[in-house]
């Protein structure tokens, strides 16, 4: 079974802009992104260009790896950015109370200890806290934009290093008097969720600690310059989002020679998997033989695509082309699987107690809501679904003799709620009749889906058994389609030239021309 507000950063002669809106609190690591280079890195030399060739290997040398690799972290972010709104950066953060936590604690504390105690000495020496002023004024002056000249000539004078180091000889440098106007300033440049940081910042008495912390608040300001520029960049990254990505992907495709061969194996399948099916209808009665059966590229993509709905993430390589959608595709076949789940369990209520519960769709709707609470988690390892797959049975039986004793009428009896958890547990297992019909439903609505010329003003209708989870499968259907829509637009050449292959032989491939349209 497949259950295992932001401101602008401008100068002082812009005014600030006080109606822009704030940043988002959402963050999304770059983490994630990097083990998808794996795919095409790892045994690329040893590989032919394709299964459907016949040319010999290519050698690929470790320059043009990294290379493809490179062009594949690229593409992968560019991919996020365009097509993930709430993604952000965030300053990474080491576990608590590991060793190289620990490690940064104590020396970030010692370099502190250290300044205080040069700041406080008789007489006082001045010389690191200089150089923090330097990486200071780098940092203001490295948030400005063209037009702020007024601004960064005042950093440039305020923070002028060969000066304080001249105040300091003299014993007449004010390190409270740079520290204010360093708040004051980035108070003009941070982002509006910072308006509290540099508020603190303007109450701590204490200078070594206020150093400490424009350091730290700095560090958050950068953060927040990138996620205003990814989101500056981000309509102009779905302008071009397909011919960029069909621009790289042909880059690593010339540099790796097995950049493909994921791919090709995928809508290998597929083709043979629709001969077969075509075999077996030439072969029925009544049906007109033809001498070669006749396949459509169209069907067989939409097949190729409509196997990832219930593809083994955990276990199997994605197709190459579509690394940069696993993590959204994997999340959307196991929230299908939820819903299927759902679907089951609403078919089997109705036929056994649907008689009783009739007329009372507020108790469908809290024992669907009941039974999607209690299935959250059930892909990780860890679940047992047969024992969540029981608890909700139990809990469907307290709330239905619940209903049921409200109008006056007779609980369930044990032997019926024993078979209802029965039947429950059941779905769980290998070729389940009630999950089996289900799937092949969903299958069915999904196909209808991708073959619409626009999903999201037309949806096909639902089929029978879905109508409790209508509303989720449709959003769901809808984020499907958008990825396989996209996909298909960027990689539709390379299909194309793989179909060529597998339908005609080597003979008929062209070379993909990465400007070429759909």
């Known amino acids: 079974m497949p259950f295992n507000g932001e401101k602008q950063h401008v100068g002082q002669d812009q005014p600030r802009d006080s109606d822009s809106p704030r940043f988002s609190e959402s963050m999304a690591s770059l983490s994630d992104y990097e083990c998808s280079r794996q795919s095409f890195t790892s045994d690329s030399s040893s590989k032919s260009s394709s299964p459907a060739s016949t040319s010999p290997p290519r050698v690929v040398t470790f320059d043009k790896v990294m290379a493809a690799a490179r062009n594949l972290s690229n593409m992968t972010l560019v991919h996020e950015i365009a097509v993930n709104e709430s993604f952000q950066l965030k300053q990474d953060a080491l576990p608590e ?135 500056s960049l981000r309509p102009h990254l779905q302008r071009q989002l397909v011919d960029y990505e069909r621009t790289k992907f042909q880059e690593i495709l010339e540099e790796t020679p097995s950049a493909l061969d994921q791919t090709t194996e995928w809508l290998k399948e597929s083709v043979n998997e629709e001969l077969l099916s075509l075999s077996e209808t030439a072969l029925t009665p009544g049906a007109e033989n033809s001498s070669k059966p006749s396949l459509s590229p169209t069907l067989v993509l939409n097949n190729s695509y409509l196997k990832l709905l219930h593809w083994d993430y955990q276990k199997k390589e994605l197709p190459e082309t579509l690394i940069t959608d696993g993590a959204r595709l994997q999340e959307l ?22 008689a009783l519960t009739e007329g009372l769709p507020e108790l469908a709707n809290r024992l669907k809501r009941i039974s999607a609470v209690l299935l959250e988690g059930m892909n990780k390892e860890t679940t047992n679904l047969k024992e969540v797959l029981n608890s909700i049975g139990a809990q469907t039986c307290v709330e239905i003799n619940k209903a049921l004793a409200e109008r006056g009428l007779s609980i369930l009896n044990a032997e019926v709620q024993a078979n209802l958890i029965g039947q429950f547990s059941s779905i769980e297992k290998e070729g389940n009749p009630i999950w089996s019909l289900i799937d092949k439903r969903t299958q069915l609505y999904m196909k209808n889906l991708l073959c619409l010329p626009s999903p999201q003003k037309c949806m096909p ?9 209508q509303q989720e499968l449709e959003a769901l259907g809808s984020q499907y389609a958008n990825i396989v829509n996209l996909n298909r637009q960027v990689y539709g050449p390379f299909y194309a030239n793989i179909l060529r292959k597998l339908f005609f032989g080597e003979e008929a491939m062209g070379k993909v021309d990465a400007s070429s349209s759909n």
């Open 97 to 231: 109370n590991s060793l190289a936590s620990q490690v940064k604690h104590i020396v970030h504390q010692a370099f502190w200890d250290v300044l205080e105690s040069e700041l406080n000495a008789e007489p006082p020496e001045y010389e690191h806290a200089i150089k923090l002023f330097e990486e200071i004024r780098e940092t203001l002056l490295s948030f400005l934009t063209p037009g702020g000249n007024r601004l960064r000539n005042q950093i440039c004078e305020v923070l002028d290093t060969d000066l304080i180091r001249q105040q300091a000889e003299h014993r007449a440098v004010d390190i409270q008097g740079l520290a204010n106007y360093v708040i004051s300033t980035m108070g003009k440049l941070c982002a509006p969720v910072r308006d509290d940081d540099v508020r603190e910042l303007k109450a701590t008495s204490n200078i070594v600690e206020v150093l400490r912390q424009i350091f730290h608040v700095l560090d958050l300001m950068k953060i927040d310059m990138v996620n205003f520029t990814i989101r």
């Open 461 to 469: 209708p639902v089929p029978g058994g879905l109508a409790v989870i």
């Open 333 to 354: 076949t196991e929230k299908l699987n939820q819903l299927k789940i759902i679907a089951c369990l609403s078919l089997i209520t109705n036929n056994m107690v649907g």
